[in-house]
């Protein structure tokens, strides 16, 4: 037979591409184990204790354990969803690397969203009642499929909770120059913000830019006459129609950083007082509390409203801040206890590039603070829930 003439002395030997790395179960437990499923929308825990609100955007994290497996590589998978009735198939948003030489602990994979599979469920999966997760398949990409250990399957209940009815007052300044007055994006900031960590599904938003009874310098009585303004403002809308449950917030330009106002709550009602106004400042954050984004007015004006749903200040940091909530749980202001029993989730925002990140509890500090990287606590979280719930039967 003749020799092929791709082979012999002088040509390369065919090219054989290489198999990738292949995960292999830990031939004593035959399974890929299963840390936990979680299912938040905001905050949550390894039991999925904090309520869960229908139709707002939810993603399933799972979680691994690298020392079931005796190689390293590649982790993707499939969960399944259902309401009662037949199962619907959702992939992962990402892959997982899992090493055994590396085992990462359950508390170190919570606070990274690369180390859990994430699955962002559908509008249909989110509809009031009950909802069933099954993982339903793990595998190597381009190989075969992986078995799964027990805890594959996870229940939980979504509430119907109201909307967050809030107008949103730009006031307009002069700074002895110009008229200065809060961009668009300061206003989508918050927005976004208020719709990713308030216990909401939907906002019936307004917005408006006005004329401001005040001019620059700004000093410590700016929103004093700022929630006066819009105290009157509100008066006179709700009176012509404007739905009483409605929070009025300012948003005054920081005119960069040249003329900051302190934001401020008219007051903290003890009982369900949408009429209660705040104010807060807007401008580009630098740093400012952990902050790195392109506006601050998002979690500022979360936590200013935060005291028109009645929320007080935990006391950090300590010499900083009043202590006036006795009854905040968590020690140095965190989202968490100290052995992270419960861990954020910014669920993320296409529209202002900005993605899923995972908040790890002990880093993370309640939104009702001046400490930095600032996120809902389950405590706050739930009290800001049962106000809007209370307000919504005026």
């Not at 948003?93 to 599979?117: E, G, Y």
């Not at 120059?177 to 300061?186: G, K, L, N, Y």
């Not at 934001?263 to 740093?287: H, L, R, W, Y």
Request: include cysteine; proline fraction near 8%.
């Amino acid at each position: 037979m003749a020799k092929s003439k791709r082979s012999g002395p002088g040509f390369p030997k065919p090219y054989r591409r290489r198999p990738p790395a292949m995960v292999t179960a830990d031939p004593a437990s035959t399974a890929l184990a299963i840390l936990g499923i979680e299912v938040v929308q905001c905050v949550q825990d390894l039991a999925n204790s904090v309520q869960l609100i229908a139709n707002k955007a939810t993603v399933v994290r799972v979680y691994l354990d690298p020392a079931s497996v005796t190689r390293a590589g590649k982790v993707a998978g499939e969960i399944a969803w259902s309401r009662g009735a037949a199962e619907a198939y959702l992939p992962a948003l990402n892959t997982i690397s899992i090493d055994p030489s590396k085992p990462a602990q359950l508390n170190q994979q919570r606070a990274d969203a690369s180390n859990s599979l994430n699955f962002k469920l559908p509008p249909e999966a989110l509809e009031a009642g009950q909802l069933r997760i099954r993982l339903s398949r793990l595998f190597q990409p381009g190989g075969a499929d992986l078995p799964i250990g027990d805890s594959a399957i996870v229940d939980v209940v979504l509430n119907k909770a109201p909307p967050l009815r809030i107008r949103v007052i730009g006031l307009r300044y002069n700074n002895g120059e110009r008229d200065v007055s809060p961009a668009a994006i300061h206003f989508a900031y918050l927005k976004s913000f208020l719709l990713r960590a308030y216990p909401i599904a939907s906002l019936e938003w307004s917005q408006i830019v006005v004329d401001a009874d005040f001019k620059a310098p700004l000093d410590e009585s700016t929103a004093d006459l700022a929630n006066a303004q819009l105290a009157a403002l509100r008066s006179r809308e709700v009176s012509s129609g404007v739905d009483a449950r409605t929070h009025y917030f300012g948003l005054v330009d920081d005119d960069g950083s040249r003329n900051f106002m302190r934001g401020k709550a008219f007051t903290i009602p003890g009982t369900p007082q949408p009429d209660v106004v705040a104010s807060g400042p807007a401008g580009v954050p630098n740093g400012f509390a952990g902050d790195r984004d392109a506006s601050y007015a998002d979690w500022y004006g979360a936590h200013e409203l935060g005291h028109t749903f009645g929320r007080y200040h935990p006391g950090f940091p300590q010499g900083q801040q009043d202590a006036s909530d006795a009854n905040f749980p968590y020690a140095n202001g965190c989202i968490s206890t100290p052995d992270g029993t419960f861990a954020g989730l910014d669920v993320g925002d296409p529209t202002l590039n900005l993605p899923i990140a995972a908040l790890a509890g002990i880093d993370h500090h309640d939104v009702m603070t001046y400490a930095n990287d600032q996120w809902l606590s389950p405590y706050t979280y739930k009290a800001i829930l049962d106000r809007l719930i209370a307000e919504d039967t005026l």
